[in-house]
């Protein structure tokens, strides 16, 4: 098993230009969620999903759009990339929403700068 | 507002010690906590959790303690060792909801030999 995926690794983007970053587990998880890790900010939920056909907004949404269409795969789409929006992304997936004893296994990050 | 809040940056121990982790939440709505490890260029990893009913979890070399009271998470690692080195987050969630976590800013353990 390949566990979590993501791609790409690395982007470089300009100031306005739009990208899909894109999550993909073998595990059969319901639950997806997409976050950014800043330095000295921990990692923050951006969105995540409970189920193919279904997304929801986590703690920092703004300047973000997500899509399941298929339960293996979560897209993490940016429409207008700004600066600010320079961080290293991971997504991550459980089997269920139920946190007891039920942990999110997660993908080796992308790394976005936005110039 | 930062819920979960480690306050050490970074830690060094040498091999063979006790390496302690601490962590603060503020949210008192929170009664699950966990540690994930992370090496740089990979995602983090699960480590050990603890649910708030308990004060004490234990598995192998890691042992997490939680004083509720005083809204305070530890990680004890007996003995450390050189494969430890690595970014350590604490996180929390609330009951069984579509396990929202919210994560601390991690603590950069390093282990001399």
């Known amino acids: 098993n390949a566990g979590v995926t993501q791609t790409p690794k690395f982007r470089v983007l300009k100031t306005g230009q739009s990208m899909t970053l894109l999550c993909a587990q073998d595990?059969?998880?319901?639950?997806m969620y997409w976050y950014r890790q800043d330095p000295g900010m921990g990692l923050r939920l951006i969105h995540y999903s409970v189920g193919e056909g279904t997304t929801a907004k986590g703690e920092v949404p703004d300047g973000y759009n997500v899509s399941r269409l298929k339960k293996q795969n979560f897209l993490l789409g940016l429409e207008s990339a700004a600066p600010s929006q320079t961080s290293v992304y991971f997504c991550?997936?459980?089997?269920?929403?139920?946190?007891?004893?039920?942990?999110?296994?997660f993908g080796p990050g992308t790394r976005l700068t936005v110039l | 507002d930062q819920q979960v809040k480690q306050n050490s940056p970074s830690l060094s121990v040498q091999e063979g010690r006790i390496s302690i982790l601490n962590c603060d939440y503020t949210n008192s709505m929170f009664d699950y906590f966990l540690w994930y490890k992370k090496y740089p260029a990979e995602g983090p990893t699960f480590l050990i959790s603890i649910s708030s009913i308990k004060d004490k979890n234990e598995d192998g070399r890691f042992t997490v303690f939680l004083n509720k009271s005083a809204k305070h998470l530890s990680l004890h690692i007996v003995p450390s060792q050189p494969g430890d080195s690595a970014v350590y987050f604490c996180a929390a969630a609330e009951g069984d909801g579509a396990q929202k976590l919210v994560f601390g800013q991690g603590t950069r353990l390093t282990i001399n030999p």
């Open positions: 595990m059969n998880h319901e639950y």
């Open positions: 991550a997936s459980s089997f269920s929403g139920r946190v007891y004893y039920n942990e999110q296994f």
